[in-house]
């Protein structure tokens, strides 16, 4: 079975520019997560996408946005890049949300590595 | 406040000798922990995670958490580290009104020989 695949692996832009990422969750997982993965900030949460709804935001600008399409894929879009929007973008998939006694385990894409000249 | 804290960046440690990882977590944050890791170029893996019931967890592959209400821990420990442990390790916690996965900032275990 495949797991959570995301494109591009690498992504070089420019300030100003906009950036798209793209996310394929296991197949059968109705929920999608995005961090960004900054040097020594850890992992800070994104967004969250459930059966095509965002479901929950973290703590970014709106110039970070996403959605997330019928067959539950979903992509991320950076607009306006700064400097420190360089990072890894990880995505994660799940078949329940972290709250819930059955689950909690979200699956992780290796990422895709943003960098912003 | 950090909803997780891990409070070291880094861990080096030599082979077959015993590690632990340490984790506190707040208030805001809900009884379902867990542990991830991050082999180099990868994306994170689910190492272990309590739920429910024992507060002593295990991985496959030797780890153990314990879950300490009293003092907002839940450490993960290794009797005998192998080179291959070495990796960035994540605790995390459900918050957000239990939607949200919120991470530490990772410790890097290094194992040498």
């Known amino acids: 079975e495949a797991g959570v695949t995301q494109s591009p692996t690498h992504l070089i832009k420019t300030r100003g520019q906009q950036a798209t990422l793209r996310c394929s969750p296991i197949?059968?997982?109705?929920?999608v997560y995005w961090y960004q993965q900054a040097l020594g900030l850890g992992l800070q949460f994104l967004l969250w996408?459930?059966?095509?709804?965002?479901?929950n935001r973290g703590n970014f600008p709106p110039r970070f946005s996403g959605r997330q399409f019928p067959n539950y894929s979903s992509e991320l879009n950076v607009n306006a890049l700064e400097l420190e929007d360089s990072a890894l973008y990880l995505c994660?998939?799940?078949?329940?949300?972290?709250?819930?006694?059955?689950?909690?385990?979200?699956?992780f894409g290796e990422g895709s590595r943003l960098t912003v000249l | 406040a950090q909803s997780v804290t891990q409070l070291d960046s880094q861990v080096p440690v030599f082979e077959e000798a015993p590690v632990e990882l340490r984790c506190n977590y707040s208030?805001?944050?809900?009884?379902?922990l867990f542990w991830y890791v991050q082999y180099p170029n990868q994306g994170l893996q689910l190492l272990l995670k309590?739920?429910?019931?024992?507060?002593l967890v295990e991985s496959i592959n030797g780890f153990e958490a314990e879950f300490n209400k009293s003092q907002t821990s839940f450490h993960l420990r290794k009797p005998s580290v192998h080179i291959s442990d070495t990796a960035e390790y994540f605790c995390?916690?459900?918050?957000?009104?239990?939607?949200?996965?919120?991470f530490g900032t990772g410790t890097q275990l290094k194992v040498e020989l």
């Open positions: 994660a998939s799940s078949l329940d949300p972290p709250g819930t006694p059955n689950t909690g385990e979200l699956f």
């Open positions: 197949s059968g997982h109705t929920s």
């Open positions: 996408y459930d059966e095509g709804e965002e479901r």
């Open positions: 208030s805001s944050v809900s009884v379902y």
């Open positions: 309590y739920l429910s019931g024992s507060t």
């Open positions: 995390a916690g459900v918050t957000g009104g239990g939607n949200k996965l919120t």
